[in-house]
């Protein structure tokens, strides 16, 4: 899992915090049932019940204003995905159709766990949260805070999320 926070145009990968988010949002994923279908849901379709779990654990743990202000999640491709973040590095062509869900949430968000950071690098905060998930393990594969907006159109369009 990476955790990437968005400063002044850079992306800066956050390895220690990745290791206390898997302890976090693992426990939801662990005991959970078999992955989600990877086709496309409908309009009306709710989320998975372990995709909402696992955003309400990254809101208990992350959020400074308790529920966002709003939420959205998207099931699409990792080539897709990767269109909204693309200082990240180019998809591997093998996992470009692999399936992905993605949640985007604003609000106001801090990785408070800035113990695990040096003491130079200021803890990643941002209005932006958005969480790439892995539907067949049904974990958490990347998180990015951001300070600068964020545009999901490339994934196709978002459904609102309840937190």
Request: proline content about 10%; charged content about 10%.
């Amino acid at each position: 899992m990476r955790i990437i926070m968005h400063r002044r145009g850079r992306l800066a990968v956050v390895l220690a915090i990745a290791l206390a988010l898997a302890a976090l949002m693992g426990a939801a994923t662990v005991l959970s049932p078999a992955a989600q279908s990877a086709s496309s849901p409908s309009a009306d379709q709710p989320a998975p019940d372990w995709l909402v779990s696992i955003a309400k654990n990254f809101v208990a743990a992350y959020s400074t204003a308790g529920t966002p202000a709003s939420a959205e999640w998207v099931l699409t491709t990792a080539e897709q995905y990767k269109l909204t973040v693309p200082e990240d590095g180019p998809v591997d062509p093998d996992y470009a159709n692999v399936s992905n869900y993605v949640v985007v949430m604003h609000g106001s968000f801090a990785m408070q766990d800035a113990s695990l950071l040096s003491s130079e690098q200021p803890p990643p905060s941002g209005t932006t949260a958005v969480l790439a998930m892995d539907p067949k393990t049904q974990t958490v594969f990347c998180i990015a805070i951001l300070t600068t907006p964020y545009d999901p159109a490339p994934m196709g369009p978002m459904s609102p999320l309840a937190l």
